[in-house]
């Protein structure tokens, strides 16, 4: 499980099988946690997190999505 960014409270991660989908990174919060597709941002599914978190959280993504889509590309 590669983490890409730690920022704050939030660790941005994927797994390493999952190799066959589209880019994506996951966000968790304590016991939340959220996915986006990367290209194009779009949410695929939250579990737990308000709406306004969801908007910070998908900021901070797209403040950081060349470095998230880099370490995709990069690690397979």
């Known amino acids: 499980m590669p983490t890409v960014l730690r920022i704050g409270p939030y660790r941005f991660y994927f797994y390493s099988h999952e190799s066959t989908e589209p880019p994506h990174i996951h966000v968790d919060r304590d016991n939340q946690t ?21 908007r910070s959280i998908e900021a901070l993504t797209i403040e950081h999505s060349q470095e998230i889509l880099e370490a995709w590309y990069e690690y397979f």
């Open 34 to 54: 959220c996915k986006f597709w990367l290209e194009p941002l779009a949410l695929a599914r939250n579990l737990g997190f308000s709406a306004k978190e969801l």
